[in-house]
């Protein structure tokens, strides 16, 4: 037997100090019943429902953070047998991967078995902040970085505001380096925001997801997310 507030916040849903609100707030249901009193004791075998959301504390999610390597698809399968992200890590639990990088984009992408989790951090609402850094051909001018800062027209819709940065600007190869922090994720985005000002993206890089970076942790080694993390992931879809 364990607290509840203790058990929310191991599974992942929410800090212990915000189970305890979710509990005194009327918002946490064991076996159906809404339960107010903080320090209630629960078994494994009872359901808990926070704020309508069943959680599933028989199964055990993992997660993963993986610096993906170029050349790798991020997918489960691949119908031309290319390595995916999945083929990277060492677990039997059929996890996948939250979101795309493209097969040449290097950096930050989690996998997990946890579907709900994954549904909402996919969802354009949830706005998770991504930090890109891109080697572009050319002098990316000062002009160009707030137009891209602005946003610019892909698809006929114009990109959110998004932080653009010029890092460097390499005269002897002509290349600029070129920090991003956007929200969306629409398909291959940062390119396409590079192709409507000029320039061809030579290489691309994740360097952040959400609270996520790639601290300690080379192309093709991946680490498991801590509790505190999932559970930031988790406040990070309840805004
Ligand atoms: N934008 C791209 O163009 N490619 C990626 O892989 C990610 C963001």
Redesign the pocket.
Same mark, same amino acid.
Request: aromatic letters at 6%; hydrophobic letters at 35%; zero cysteines.
């Given at each position: 037997m364990e607290r509840l507030q203790k058990v929310i916040a191991n599974l992942g849903y929410t800090s212990r100090r915000k189970a305890e609100e979710l509990i005194t707030n009327g918002k946490v249901k064991v076996n159906g019943e809404v339960v107010t009193e903080l320090g209630t004791k629960v078994k494994s075998t009872d359901t808990i429902e926070v704020e309508n959301t069943i959680l599933d504390n028989n199964k055990n999610y993992e997660y993963y953070l993986l610096n993906k390597p170029r050349e790798v698809i991020s997918s489960v399968a691949d119908e031309h047998n290319r390595k995916t992200v999945v083929d990277l890590i060492d677990t039997s639990a059929r996890i996948y991967p939250i979101g !795309? /990088?493209?097969y040449d984009?290097t950096g930050a992408i989690i996998l997990t078995n946890d579907g709900y989790l994954a549904n909402k951090l996919m969802h354009p609402s949830s706005n998770i902040e991504k930090k890109?850094i891109a080697k572009v051909s050319g002098l990316v001018t000062g002009y160009e970085i707030k137009e891209l800062r602005a946003g610019v027209i892909i698809d006929g819709k114009k990109t959110a505001k998004a932080k653009v940065d010029l890092k460097k600007y390499d005269k002897k190869t002509d290349k600029s380096l070129v920090e991003l922090i956007i929200h969306e994720g629409r398909n291959?985005? *940062?390119? !396409?925001m590079f192709e409507t000002i000029g320039h061809d *993206?030579i290489k /691309?890089k !994740?360097e952040k997801y959400a609270n996520l970076d790639l601290t300690n942790l080379k192309p093709g080694e991946y680490r498991k997310l801590s509790n505190k993390e999932i559970a930031i992931l988790y406040s990070l879809i309840k805004k």
């Amino acid at each position: 037997m364990e607290r509840l507030q203790k058990v929310i916040a191991n599974l992942g849903y929410t800090s212990r100090r915000k189970a305890e609100e979710l509990i005194t707030n009327g918002k946490v249901k064991v076996n159906g019943e809404v339960v107010t009193e903080l320090g209630t004791k629960v078994k494994s075998t009872d359901t808990i429902e926070v704020e309508n959301t069943i959680l599933d504390n028989n199964k055990n999610y993992e997660y993963y953070l993986l610096n993906k390597p170029r050349e790798v698809i991020s997918s489960v399968a691949d119908e031309h047998n290319r390595k995916t992200v999945v083929d990277l890590i060492d677990t039997s639990a059929r996890i996948y991967p939250i979101g !795309r /990088l493209d097969y040449d984009t290097t950096g930050a992408i989690i996998l997990t078995n946890d579907g709900y989790l994954a549904n909402k951090l996919m969802h354009p609402s949830s706005n998770i902040e991504k930090k890109y850094i891109a080697k572009v051909s050319g002098l990316v001018t000062g002009y160009e970085i707030k137009e891209l800062r602005a946003g610019v027209i892909i698809d006929g819709k114009k990109t959110a505001k998004a932080k653009v940065d010029l890092k460097k600007y390499d005269k002897k190869t002509d290349k600029s380096l070129v920090e991003l922090i956007i929200h969306e994720g629409r398909n291959h985005q *940062v390119k !396409r925001m590079f192709e409507t000002i000029g320039h061809d *993206v030579i290489k /691309l890089k !994740r360097e952040k997801y959400a609270n996520l970076d790639l601290t300690n942790l080379k192309p093709g080694e991946y680490r498991k997310l801590s509790n505190k993390e999932i559970a930031i992931l988790y406040s990070l879809i309840k805004k």
